[in-house]
């Protein structure tokens, strides 16, 4: 469990540190062979404030470790932004896994929202970002 913390303390702190424009630059980029693609629909439960986001991951080396971050804005949430992000271990052996990651979070409503996932894994590392549609299942 302590592993698993550090894991996500580290991936949180780089995500906070990188350059704003960064992310947005490009929509996927990745080193080595590890690869995350952003999967939608995803859905809400608990009013609004869990969401699971699908992606499909592949790397290599063991095992790493993937955070989606999720944020919304009006309209499609009646709040001034929807934010969250959740933390998920991954499996690293060349094969592409589909890969749930819960993200827990404040004033998500069905419709658009941005959704940036950041793998890191001992083959290398990679970034998605992308428009997904939460839906209310």
Excluded at 16 to 41: C, E, F
Excluded at 45 to 73: K, M
Excluded at 108 to 119: C, P, R, S, V, Y
Aim: glycine fraction near 12%.
């Amino acid at each position: 469990m302590k592993r698993i913390l550090g894991v996500a303390v580290i991936v949180t702190l780089m995500l906070m540190l990188a350059p704003a424009g960064a992310a947005s630059a490009s929509n996927n980029t990745k080193t080595g062979t590890a690869q995350v693609t952003i999967k939608s629909p995803a859905d809400y439960d608990f009013i609004g404030t869990t969401i699971d986001v699908a992606l499909e991951v592949r790397c290599t080396g063991g095992s790493g470790s993937v955070v989606v971050d999720l944020d919304q804005y009006p309209p499609e949430t009646p709040y001034p932004v929807g934010t969250g992000s959740g933390p998920q271990i991954v499996t690293c052996d060349g094969r592409t896994r589909s890969v749930a990651v819960t993200v827990p979070g404040f004033g998500f409503d069905a419709g658009k929202a941005k959704a940036t996932a950041t793998l890191i894994a001992p083959g290398g590392g990679a970034t998605a970002q992308k428009w997904i549609t939460i839906v209310a299942v």
